[in-house]
Structures are given as C-alpha cells and as structure tokens.
C-alpha cells in the first residue's frame, strides 16, 4: 500500500482518525475528511504533514462531487460515518431520531460511495464500517441497529455491482471513540466496565483494534463481500 492513496471520510476523529494514522505509518498516502474545520485540523497537526485534509459534510449529498474531484483519483475508500440518532426503547423511541439516524449513517455512507466512483480506482477497495447492533439483538438498538445493518448489507450487494472493485466492511463493537462522550463520564465508564466484563478479551475495544481490521481488508486483494466483526467476541456475551 505504501504508493497508494487512501481517502478516509470521518478521518477527523475515532475510528477515522487511528485509521489515517495506521496507513500513515504502513507508507500509504492519506486524506481525511471531516465535517468540523476545527477537529480537521487538529487531526491533521497530530497526523503530521504527510495528511491531506479535506473539509467534507458527507450529509450533503450535492457537495460530495466537488470534493472529491479536489482530492482527484485515489485507490482506497474508507467510510467511518457515525451516528447517535435512534437510540432509546422500540415504544418510545422517536421516529424523527430514527430519520436522522438513517439520513446520518445510511444515506451518507451511500451518497459518499456514490460521488467518489468516478475518482475512485477500479482495482481498489471500499471499506464501510457499520456497527455491532447490526448482528446484535440489544434492547434500545432498534433504530440505530437497523441503520447499522442497512449499511452492512450494501457490502455483498456492491461488491458484486463493482467488481472488481473490493467491497467490504468492518463492524466494530464497544470501542472508545468519542461517540461515547454524550453520556457523563461516570456512566460512561460503568458502561465501558459491565461490557469488558461480558467481552471474552477482557477490555472494550481501541479504535486502534478497528484500524488493524480495515488496514487488513484494504491490504487484502483476495478479500471482497466481507464484514469482519470485530467486537472482541461481546457478540459472543448472552
């Protein structure tokens, strides 16, 4: 990978972020983008000046074209778009949440995937990275699980569409991203001890953990229509 040229959209922090700094160190070429200009910059001075930092609103669908075409062609695509909306109980849980979970996570991820074709190498990859309540059957989940899975399942539908262009995906876990940081911090680390409790490794998981996986499905030429779970095994937890 170390003449390669990776985008990465969400590279400003979390998963994204440990992403750019992994391909970095393997010599890859990096670009990350994000939709704050603040945490986009500082992304960038802790990445150094070998980064590329491209300001991106991936839920701006009729802007991703011109962004891409700043960046021009690149090999890989990395997709690490988050979302918190559809959190709450199936009885309660607001249906104008769920929308926005789904307009966050599902259509951005498909709207991205979409403008970067014509930049994108052929013969590389795209890697989508969904989420645990895709596979999990937790109480609460129901909106963000299915938002989860909707992204999940565009994997072995595209990887067939694109060939042979690689499709797959990486589902995290718990890890500790700062997606976590809307809760307060002594619920927050409670929630992190009761899950490395049920997690057969032990530990919630570094967005370090998801890196090496995605790292893996780019570097991998043999590897398409796949998602590696990787969740230290909680899906493994009753």
């Known amino acids: 990978m170390s003449s390669q040229h990776t985008v990465v959209v969400g590279g400003s922090s979390g998963i994204g972020l440990a992403t750019a700094h992994h391909l970095l160190a393997s010599g890859?070429?990096?670009?990350?983008?994000?939709?704050?200009?603040t945490r986009l910059v500082e992304a960038r001075r802790q990445l150094g000046p070998e980064a590329q930092a491209v300001p991106m609103d991936a839920s701006v669908a009729d802007a991703l074209p011109a962004r891409?075409?700043?960046?021009?062609?690149?090999?890989?695509?990395?997709?690490?778009?988050?979302?918190?909306?559809?959190?709450?109980?199936?009885?309660?849980?607001?249906?104008?949440?769920?929308?926005?979970?789904?307009?966050?996570?599902?259509?951005?991820?498909?709207?991205?995937?979409?403008?970067?074709?014509?930049?994108?190498?052929?013969?590389?990859?795209?890697?989508f990275v969904s989420g645990l309540s895709a596979h999990a059957a937790a109480p609460g989940t129901a909106g963000i699980g299915?938002?989860?899975?909707?992204?999940?399942?565009?994997?072995?539908?595209?990887?067939?569409?694109?060939?042979?262009?690689?499709?797959?995906?990486?589902?995290?876990?718990?890890?500790?991203?700062p997606w976590w940081d809307a809760f307060p911090k002594e619920q927050k680390q409670a929630m992190f001890k009761d899950y490395a409790a049920r997690t057969p490794v032990g530990r919630v998981?570094?967005?370090?953990?998801?890196?090496?996986?995605?790292?893996?499905?780019?570097?991998?030429?043999?590897?398409?229509g796949h998602t590696l779970i990787c969740d230290g095994g909680l899906r493994l937890s009753a």
Do not use: W
């Open 68 to 127: 891409f075409a700043q960046i021009g062609k690149f090999d890989h695509l990395v997709l690490a778009l988050g979302s918190s909306k559809g959190v709450g109980p199936f009885a309660t849980v607001s249906l104008g949440g769920v929308k926005l979970g789904f307009e966050e996570k599902v259509y951005a991820h498909f709207a991205t995937a979409q403008a970067a074709l014509p930049f994108l190498n052929p013969t590389g990859s795209l890697t």
């Open 146 to 177: 299915a938002a989860n899975a909707a992204v999940a399942q565009l994997v072995p539908i595209l990887a067939v569409e694109l060939k042979p262009l690689r499709v797959n995906g990486v589902c995290p876990g718990v890890i500790d991203t």
């Open 205 to 224: 998981g570094r967005p370090e953990d998801v890196a090496q996986a995605i790292a893996f499905l780019i570097g991998n030429d043999f590897m398409t």
């Open 28 to 37: 890859a070429r990096v670009t990350i983008t994000g939709r704050s200009q």
